[in-house]
């Protein structure tokens, strides 16, 4: 049974830092590439950065490139996003997800879903 455990979220004051956490099972994650999403309310889901299986390429969205930064560990099927720096618009339910052919930051390219966490950031 394929899941994707996302956790890590909270309330942080702005310029501060959380880090997002997804541990997966049930497939063989080496095989996988891991990205990470977000969706504020009223808002399309977002694709803001993906580690691909061999740890060679990182994507990230513009707006959070050099705040965030993803990386994994094979040994716990765990992918880590450091988020520094939060902003009020970085507010959203952040999910992971996992493909085994498609590294990028396009939802239609991954199959399976965590069930999000939130992060809420304050002024």
């Known amino acids: 049974d394929v899941q994707l455990q996302a956790s890590g979220g909270g309330l942080v004051q702005a310029g501060g830092s959380l880090r997002l956490s997804c541990v997966a099972s049930?497939?063989?994650?080496?095989?996988?590439?891991i990205g990470w999403f977000r969706q504020a309310p009223g808002k399309e889901r977002e694709g803001l950065s993906c580690?691909?299986?061999?740890?060679?390429?990182?994507y990230y969205l513009r707006s959070v490139k050099g705040r965030f930064t993803i990386s994994r560990d094979n040994t716990k099927n765990t992918v880590y996003l450091q988020m520094n720096s939060l902003k009020p618009e970085d507010t959203a339910v952040y999910y992971c997800?996992?493909?085994?052919?498609?590294?990028?930051?396009?939802?239609?390219?991954?199959?399976?879903w965590g069930q999000g966490t939130q992060v809420t950031v304050s002024s």
């Open positions: 997800a996992a493909s085994d052919y498609y590294s990028g930051t396009s939802a239609a390219g991954y199959d399976y």
């Open positions: 049930g497939f063989t994650f080496d095989d996988y590439a």
């Open positions: 580690i691909d299986r061999s740890l060679d390429s990182q």
